[in-house]
């Protein structure tokens, strides 16, 4: 069988570790940006009642018109932009390789950043271009942007706007010139859009090669799978195309209308995680041997200066606390740890598991 796969298989996939989930059974799941609070009971009630009357033998609308809806009225979609829905935001970033992509296409985004841009483009045989963010701040390195523009030709360069797993956002005249500049689509990745102001969703239009994708996950619906990617009509009718038919399932479909249709309720959860963000910061700050980097993300991102985050991510979980372990994965993350904002109590086990680990 071995010499069927070494055959068979393509060499990049062979090469690739699968993304890994860790399992988080009985821990206080602070690494994955998952919004923490659950639904009152009204609500699940509600829920419920809809889910009984789901018609789980019939195929779930093609195009899901309510969750359109929905968002539009929910998100405030401009009127003339349109929308495409995705598995995920995950699976959106996998249909615009699969809509722009061939071999010798390339992707382009900024490192460290969101590591499904490369992985999608590897699974879609295209190249990726990671150009490095500026230390210490993680800032962009716009002449190196402009100048990898140029050189690489990408058909598609990703923005996350604030970034993954760093936290910032980057000046907006800064992702202006990237947009005017870059010879392909530009997708600013708003995943984090509940926990910023800042945005490009009512500039959309004002440039031909610009398209947001969000996702309802952060907000607090991460188990729907559900993300969604607007822009000018000419493009998303093309992206479209290549959608699986039914790829929202009819319980997503439900679950998605109707959490969209109580936005004060995510709006207080996610202005709750805002509160909680500034006081995890402060008190991270007050750590000896702990660098906090400013987040506008429901995480943040911290440096152990004095080295130890292998011992230190091991410890939490040994007390509980699952955070996400970034030592290894890029140069400029070297004894990094990223931590979810969790419920104030959540956050205080993590504090005092980390200050004894310290
Ligand atoms: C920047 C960014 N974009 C997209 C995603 C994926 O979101 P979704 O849950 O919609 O697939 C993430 C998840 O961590 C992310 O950090």
Redesign the pocket.
């Known amino acids: 069988m071995h010499d069927l796969i070494a055959r068979l298989v393509r060499p990049e996939i062979q090469e690739i570790r699968a993304y890994h989930v860790p399992e988080a059974a009985g821990l206080i799941k602070l690494d ?2 998952e919004n923490p609070y659950p639904w009152p009971e009204e609500l699940q009630e509600e829920w419920l009642e809809l889910l009984r009357c789901a018609e789980i033998n019939r195929y779930p609308h093609p195009q899901s018109p309510a969750v359109q809806a929905a968002l539009r009225a929910a998100m405030g979609i401009p009127a003339d932009m349109s929308l495409v829905l ?8 996998q249909m615009l390789a699969m809509t722009v992509g061939g071999p010798g296409h390339k992707v382009m985004s900024l490192d460290p ?2 590591v ?1 841009y490369r992985m999608i483009a590897t699974f879609t045989g295209m190249g990726y271009v990671g150009v490095p963010l500026r230390p210490p701040a993680f800032d962009l390195d716009l002449p190196a942007v402009l100048d990898a523009l140029e050189q690489e030709q990408p058909v598609l360069t ?1 923005i ?1 706007y ?4 760093t936290g910032n956002l980057f000046p907006a005249h800064e992702v202006v010139q990237i947009i005017e500049a870059a010879p392909g689509l530009v997708i600013l ?4 859009a509940p926990f910023t102001d800042s945005s490009f969703l009512s500039r959309l239009g004002d440039w031909p090669n610009l398209l947001v ?6 907000m607090g619906l ?1 188990g729907l ?3 969604y990617l607007t822009g000018p009509p000419e493009w998303i009718e093309q992206i479209d195309k290549v959608r699986l038919p039914y790829n929202i399932n009819a319980l997503t479909q439900a679950s998605a209308t109707l959490a969209l249709r109580h936005p004060a309720l995510f709006q207080a959860q996610t202005t709750a995680i805002r509160t909680e963000r500034a006081c995890l910061f402060t008190a991270l700050t007050a750590l000896d041997g702990v660098q906090p980097y400013p987040s506008e ?1 429901n995480f943040i991102l911290l440096r152990l200066t004095q080295g130890g985050a292998d011992r230190v991510f091991a410890g939490l979980k040994e007390r509980g606390v699952l955070v996400k372990n970034l030592h290894g994965a890029h140069p400029l993350l070297a004894e990094c740890l990223r931590v979810t904002v969790g419920r104030p109590e959540d956050d205080d086990a993590f504090l005092a598991a980390l200050a004894r680990l310290l």
């Open positions: 994955a940006m995705g598995n995920g935001s995950d699976e959106l970033i950043g969101f499904m990703y996350a604030p970034n993954n797993p990745d708003e995943a984090y994708m969000r996702t309802v996950s952060k991460a799978r559900l993300g993300a």
